[in-house]
């Protein structure tokens, strides 16, 4: 059980257009999504937590209006990177939580959506 | 910020010996997790201990944590070349569902 996914795993854009990853949790109902982003050889830097129904928050730096996150249902959360450009080029991982229980500390995570933008 | 530190940044083994990685954090924490990532994929949990608990076992995994010194380790007995890959450890401070990650550990574990 607890499985995520995420769409698409790896996505090629072009320098000022929108690219939209999904993050879907499959058997449970997450009422807490996080997303992350990854440099290559790196570790996991928080980007945004999201709570079903209400707005992200944002982590310090983390500039909201180019990482645009909609969590419209308990099931699935959105990242839209808005006017990508090269520099936002990097692995996106999400993870979702459950509500309540002993393993309420624990997140499922996505298995990553490669952004390339040229 | 990146709380955990892990070392080594980089762990070469044979097959069948026993990998340490370490993990040092500098906050007060709720429970500390260890995830194991494999090249390009996402994260899969290994284990959760809480901050009340010093030792805790899950099949070839031993993890310990000393809150005196904010360390943990985590030991893979036995190790086996499906066991390579980049193993984190993430911390969750009290009162909050974040988890901060270390910068990992890359085993490779040679046939």
């Known amino acids: 059980g607890a499985v995520v996914s995420q769409h698409p795993s790896r996505v090629i854009c072009k320098s000022g257009t929108s690219v939209k990853i999904e993050c879907r949790s499959l058997d449970f109902q997450a009422t807490t999504m996080f997303w992350y982003r990854q440099f290559p050889k790196k570790s996991l830097m928080l980007m945004a937590t999201?709570?079903?129904?209400?707005?992200?928050?944002?982590e310090q730096g983390v500039e909201k209006d180019k990482f645009l996150i909609n969590h419209a249902s308990l099931t699935l959360s959105t990242l839209t990177v808005t006017s990508a450009h090269p520099e936002d080029s990097s692995f996106y991982i999400c993870?979702?939580?459950?509500?309540?229980?002993?393993?309420?500390?624990?997140?499922?995570f996505g298995p990553g959506t490669r952004l390339t933008v040229t | 910020s990146q709380q955990g530190e892990e070392d080594p940044q980089a762990l070469s083994i044979q097959e069948g010996e026993n990998a340490t990685m370490n993990c040092s954090y500098k906050t007060s924490i709720n429970n500390l997790q260890w995830y194991r990532q494999n090249s390009g994929r996402g994260l899969v949990h290994l284990i959760l201990i809480r901050s009340n608990e010093r030792e805790k076992h899950s099949g070839r995994l031993r993890v310990t944590l000393d809150t005196s010194k904010k360390s943990s380790s985590l030991l893979i007995t036995a190790s086996r070349a499906a066991d390579t890959a980049s193993y984190f450890c993430?911390?969750?401070?009290?009162?909050?569902?974040?988890?901060?990650f270390g910068k990992g550990t890359k085993l490779t574990v040679n046939p």
């Open positions: 999201s709570n079903e129904g209400s707005k992200a928050t944002y």
């Open positions: 993870s979702a939580r459950g509500g309540g229980g002993a393993s309420s500390y624990e997140q499922y």
């Open positions: 993430a911390t969750v401070k009290g009162g909050s569902e974040k988890l901060v």
